[in-house]
Nanobody, 120 residues
């Protein structure tokens, strides 16, 4: 499984950015795609995910500002980031967790990361 992310960059506080990620390879029908981020000196944290059944999960810190969506046919996930804040700065990683129906454990795959900067 490979993940190719695009988007990111420098944006002033209050601005918007869109991140996209395409998954390729052996993509299973039971999966969760989404985004995590890591600020300098911090641990990686969940930003937003959307499952193959359409269930979304967003961090409290981005609710009301970010939206996550996916195109199931193309195996892509998009993160629309509005009203960006300096604390949103970090490297954003695309992720897919997937499993077979008869195996309860998820396998984890990560993209290369893309930098989002909203300066203070």
């Amino acid at each position: 499984v490979q993940l190719q992310a695009s988007g990111g960059g420098l944006v002033q506080p209050g601005g918007s950015l869109r991140l996209s990620c395409a998954a390729s390879g052996d993509i299973l029908s039971i999966n969760i795609m989404g985004w995590y981020r890591q600020a300098p000196g911090e641990q990686r944290e969940l930003v937003a995910t959307v499952s193959s059944s359409g269930t979304t999960n967003l961090s409290d810190s981005v609710k009301g500002r970010f939206t996550v969506s996916r195109d199931h046919a193309k195996n892509t996930v998009t993160l629309q980031m509005n009203s960006l804040k300096p604390e949103d700065t970090g490297v954003y990683y695309c992720n897919i967790k997937q499993r077979r129906s008869y195996i309860p454990r998820y396998a984890d795959y990560w993209g290369q990361g893309t930098l989002v900067t909203s300066p203070a």
